[in-house]
């Protein structure tokens, strides 16, 4: 007994190295919205308060902003102070390494290893959240309330169900993910309503107070109600807010959706197989796995709490088929077992295991310099005016360029209106008329625009602009082109750098 426990931890010990490593990536978001964070953290540690407007835009500066994410902003932007970028990408590996081994320690007494670490690897085969993005404390607390959760269902450790409420106002200020603490305190209620009557009465204290939780924010009944709000139609599409299907379409992030797509077939032919041996007391398992798989086929974002939320909810749906009851841990399954695991950490360790997956991310503390050098080229030939530039890039020259220069529009689109992307933003991407006038009114003086943008506005824009000779091209690298417009003012500049004269 002793030695397979033994040979089990040291399966565990090694996955999570394999977990930390591919965690392990350079700031792949270093443009996108990473940037933004380190700006709006420091603004809110000056101040001491929370900003409740758009303040870092020019366009729609009054547009109401409720931050759900300020508290780690806080943390990313004092990290970097103290330590440098490269400490985000370290706590965001031990964050999701630590969020999986909570998931996988909820149920580690409850179910038997020949269940829960082919489930382990099947969560870790559909995770690809990894980037440093507020949610990573999301995918810890969360990790954290399956724990107790569980713990509590099937060891009867009570006590630690009147830590979720405190648990529930770090959340809240966290990540807009803190409606699922509420949220799985319900399901549970559900459960217990089934199987377990006299209990509901102590569940419902811990609903009601986790509720009560969610109203300590700096917005108090709007910012605890933000999550059902947020998912609006903003007039402009998010890809990680896309369903499958749409994605599937579009033949973008195929091979995650594919991992993703085999998984709910595992999991529906588990749930299947339970019924029909007529399983008892999985009312909990089966209802988190139904919600987390809707969650995950409307929006790939969900891609991250799906994976956390399979591994302890489908190792108990699968004890209670007893298909593998037969099984014996013979040697030779647990060699197979460590070499499949050291197989992993090679890959990962060698940057192989993202490449293989299909995604840009490289092993690693480096950090890009995205389009720093795009926004030294503006300081050092002092371009000064209204900016338009994309969504993409925003952020980044919100990190670099506030408070001395706003932003046209940055990586939020719930900070601006609908109006704003329908009638005013992608139009005059659309329409070099349109532009013409609207870059008039806004008194446009230089575009920064990340031409790796890919929506059908911004390759279109990027054409007609190209040939625009009242906009000519003063600088191009591998993030960023930059466009002067032809004025007295910055005739100078346009000699200088327009290669096209």
Known sequence: ??????????????????????????????NQDIARHLKSGELIWQSKSVYKTNLFSFTEPDHIFI????????????????????????????????????????????????????????????????????EIFSYFIFSLFLWVIFQYKYQNRYKFLYFLP?????????????????????????????HKKEDLKKISLIFILTGLATL????????????????????YRIVENQSIFFLSNLGIFLSDITIFQISLVILAISILVALSR????????????????????????????????????????????????????????????????????GLAGTGHYWSLRQANKNFGLTIPIGAGAGVVFLENNQIEGNVFNNFDVGSFLIWKRYPEHKVFVDGRPEAYSVNFFEKIYKPMQE??????????????????????????????????????????????????????????????LIDRYNTAN
């Open 1 to 30: 007994m002793i030695a397979r426990i033994s040979v089990n931890r040291m399966i565990v010990l090694l996955l999570l190295v394999f977990v930390f490593l591919i965690s392990l990536h350079d700031l792949t978001t270093i």
């Open 67 to 134: 931050n759900h994410h300020w508290l780690s902003e806080v943390i990313f932007f004092s990290l970097n102070k103290l330590i440098g970028l490269k400490a985000l990408i370290i706590l965001k590996a031990l964050l999701i390494s630590g969020a999986f081994f909570i998931a996988l320690q909820s149920v580690w007494e409850i179910s038997p290893k020949r269940y829960l670490l082919p489930v382990f690897l099947l969560g870790l085969a559909v995770f690809n959240r990894t980037s440093v993005r507020p």
């Open 166 to 194: 405190l648990l529930q106002i770090l959340w809240t200020n966290f990540h807009i993910y803190f409606a699922l603490g509420p949220g799985l305190i319900f399901l549970l209620l559900v459960d217990r309503f089934f």
């Open 216 to 235: 300590i924010n700096p917005n108090f009944i709007r910012g605890a109600l933000a999550p059902f709000s947020i998912l609006r139609e903003y007039g």
């Open 278 to 345: 007529k399983a008892k007391g999985l009312t909990l398992e089966i209802l988190i796995l139904i919600t987390f798989s809707i969650l995950g086929i409307k929006m790939i974002r969900n891609f991250g709490l799906y994976s956390l939320a399979l591994i302890p909810s489908l190792a108990l749906v699968l004890k209670s088929t007893a298909i593998f009851e037969n099984l014996k841990q013979k040697a030779v399954l647990k060699a197979v077992a460590v070499t499949s695991a050291l197989i992993l950490i």
């Open 431 to 492: 329409d070099p008329k349109i532009w013409d006038k609207l870059s008039e009114e806004y008194d446009i003086n230089y575009i920064f625009f990340a031409h790796t943008d890919i929506t059908p506005w911004a390759q279109k824009f990027l054409i007609d602009i190209s040939k625009n000779k009242n906009w000519p091209l003063v600088y191009l690298d591998n993030s960023v082109a930059i466009f002067l417009k032809k004025t007295p003012g910055n005739q100078d």
